[in-house]
């Protein structure tokens, strides 16, 4: 069983903390230097699921990579819980689910995590739960014997994010998670990632699939050519300001014809919801990112 992650008075208060990067990638071959991010920030708070979004060579992953310790910034840092991303402290406490995991194809799914546990420094009976929990958890109990070869898509997915959280972590960092899963699976997906949230995990999430983002996102960073051209809380950026919506239950064709000049006092009608009409996720991706059809 995962038990709920609670924060420590002497526990960072950022889960991530990304703070005016830079990274050049120096070019080969007479080639120009290509700088794939530009003066990022951006923090994400434990608990929280935060989407970062952009098109294809925006730079998300380069940040994520550097996130993960496996890249060095070139100006600015990035931390992990308060520990510099390219220390090793910083990975004890982060799972990783990359877009196309790789497995060992002749290994069942229990044996998968059990290596990977091993990896992690678990063994014993500890190991044997562990997996056995995780199984459990991402609904592939019944196929814990079968070999990862003849696994679905859904299936990879869920055993990778089974192994990425095999050893307990705080933070979890998904890269296109529902990827050419169908929509059974992807919702399974979602369900497991609203569930581990529950329980206090702190994501990191990047996908093409913006109406899945929507669903569980708290806050999301949307990038163009390398820098952060929104941020902000979901409900936030998706408002339209310059419009009000109301809902009325319940309303006649004659009252309908009179709210515009009058409604309050209106009998058998009542406000039931009073705000911000909502755009898309995905309109708003495309207002605000420049699309070059770049591969990053």
């Known amino acids: ?47 929280e699921v935060y989407g970062l979004i952009g098109p294809n060579g925006c730079g998300k992953s380069t940040t994520m990579k550097v996130m993960l310790g496996l890249l060095k910034p070139t100006v600015g840092s990035a931390s992990v819980f308060g520990h510099d991303s390219d220390a090793v402290a910083s990975r004890h406490d982060v799972g990783f689910l990359p877009e196309n995991p790789y497995f060992y194809k002749h290994l069942t799914g229990r044996e998968t995590l059990r290596f990977f546990g091993k990896l992690c420094g678990l063994g014993g009976s500890e190991l044997r739960d562990r997996a056995d929990a995780m199984l459990d958890l991402t609904g592939l109990k019944n196929a814990a014997d079968r070999r990862v070869g003849g696994y679905s898509k859904g299936m990879l997915q869920r055993i990778g994010l089974a192994q990425a959280l095999i050893h307990e972590p705080r933070l979890l960092i ?20 609203l569930e581990l949230k529950a329980r206090g995990i702190t994501f990191v999430v990047t996908s093409h699939l913006l109406e899945q983002m929507q669903e569980v996102c708290d806050r999301v960073g949307i990038m163009s050519q390398g820098r952060m ?24 064709a004659e009252q309908l014809a009179q709210v ?37």
């Open 174 to 193: 998904l890269d296109e998670p529902t990827a050419g899963v169908d929509p059974a699976g992807s919702r399974r997906i979602r369900d497991l990632i």
């Open 229 to 252: 051209v929104r941020e902000g809380r979901l409900e936030d950026l998706i408002s339209v300001e310059n419009q009000t919506e109301i809902i009325i239950e319940g309303a006649s």
């Open 1 to 47: 069983m995962i038990e709920e992650k609670k924060q420590s008075k002497s526990e960072s208060p950022k889960a991530v903390s990304v703070e005016n990067l830079t990274k050049i990638f120096q070019g080969a071959m007479g080639r120009k230097p290509l700088t794939a991010v530009r003066e990022l920030s951006f923090n994400v708070a434990p608990g």
């Open 260 to 296: 515009r000049a009058i409604f309050a006092g209106s009998s058998g009608a009542k406000i039931m919801s009073l705000g911000k009409p909502r755009t898309t996720l995905e309109r708003l991706f495309l207002e605000t990112t420049v699309q070059t059809g770049d591969e990053e």
